[in-house]
């Protein structure tokens, strides 16, 4: 399955909403909520003719938040182990 180089910009839009979220707020909820309302707000934005609606687009920005956010998580727990 080939993924298209927009949906890797979603992802990574959604991890970077998500992290910089995360440091401010210091909730994982909240961060992953703000990539997903960013997602849901962007295929609104494509809906009044200014691009193409994609749920796959919505999707992929939503999995980079929680891509991201678990992931800052994982590391926090590994670094808390080792330490």
């Known amino acids: 399955m080939k ?12 991890a970077l909403i998500s992290v910089v979220t995360l440091l401010l707020t210091g909730s994982g909820i909240t961060a992953i ?6 997602g849901i707000w962007k295929e609104w934005w494509d809906s009044k003719g200014h691009g193409k609606v ?3 687009d919505f999707l992929a920005t939503a999995a980079g938040g929680v891509l991201a956010v678990g992931s800052v998580k994982l590391f926090g727990y590994i670094m808390d182990v080792l330490n």
């Open 33 to 38: 909520i703000a990539a997903t309302g960013a």
């Open 54 to 56: 994609e749920f796959a």
């Open 3 to 14: 993924i298209g180089a927009d949906k890797i910009v979603h992802l990574l839009a959604g």
